[in-house]
């Protein structure tokens, strides 16, 4: 036992966590528990633990306020590829490629309320994950996985010394209902500024207001 690393510290509070054991590893390769793992300060990384040693892969930072986890090996290579994390800000971030040493952001959901539970469903092998959630506020939303991505076309930004306005053209191949999310940076308070729109396929205004 004293050669092993154990017990293996972290420097900050966690606030979640998440395992995945290889049960379906190749027989002659070594065995091996992956835990993600939330802070306090908003890091995500991954724990990786073979042949009874810990050894850290990736980590990432900017996910406050971890309140739930869910990641599965969709690929099925006996590695967890793809993950979720909610927040009690109510923002879900959905990573790729968690197999690798460069995990890639490619989705950010604002559902305006704390999230409580994250899921991913999934009805075929060839088709992107469905995302399910459940939110502070009582509502469970389930968000359907889609091949093709909506078009954002004819863009369009009028704006005088009062009026401020930008639109956007949606066509979806689908007609599912789109929201698309528009920031602007307010200089006098150096901060982003989030406009919200959800629409058919039409041309529709994202923001209103003073310059």
Same mark, same amino acid.
């Given at each position: 036992m004293a050669q092993w690393a154990w017990p293996y510290q972290l420097d900050e509070p966690i606030t979640q966590t998440a395992s995945s054991d290889d049960d379906d590893s190749d027989?002659? #390769?070594d065995t091996a528990t992956t835990f993600l793992v939330a802070t306090r300060s908003g890091r995500?990384?991954?724990?990786?633990?073979?042949?009874? #040693?810990?050894?850290?892969?990736?980590?990432k930072d900017g996910l406050g306020g971890a309140t739930s986890l869910f990641w599965d090996d969709l690929d099925k290579d006996g590695r967890p590829d793809t993950g979720l994390i909610g927040t009690r800000f109510g923002n879900v971030y959905m990573f790729r490629q968690m197999d690798t040493l460069q995990p890639q952001q490619v989705l950010e959901l604002d559902l305006e309320s704390a999230v409580v539970s994250v899921a991913m469903l999934r009805r075929t092998s060839g088709q992107s994950p469905d995302l399910l959630t459940i939110t502070e506020n009582s509502l469970i939303r389930f968000f359907r996985g889609r091949k093709q991505t909506p078009l954002l076309t004819h863009p369009n930004m009028n704006a005088d010394s009062r009026q401020l306005s930008a639109s956007v053209s949606v066509t979806d191949v689908e007609n599912d209902r789109v929201t698309v999310l528009l920031e602007m940076f307010n200089p006098e308070e150096a901060t982003w500024q989030r406009y919200r729109s959800r629409f058919w396929k039409q041309a529709t205004a994202l923001c209103s207001g003073r310059p």
């Open positions: 027989p002659f #390769q995500l990384m991954e724990l990786d633990v073979a042949d009874s #040693q810990p050894m850290p892969s990736w980590t």
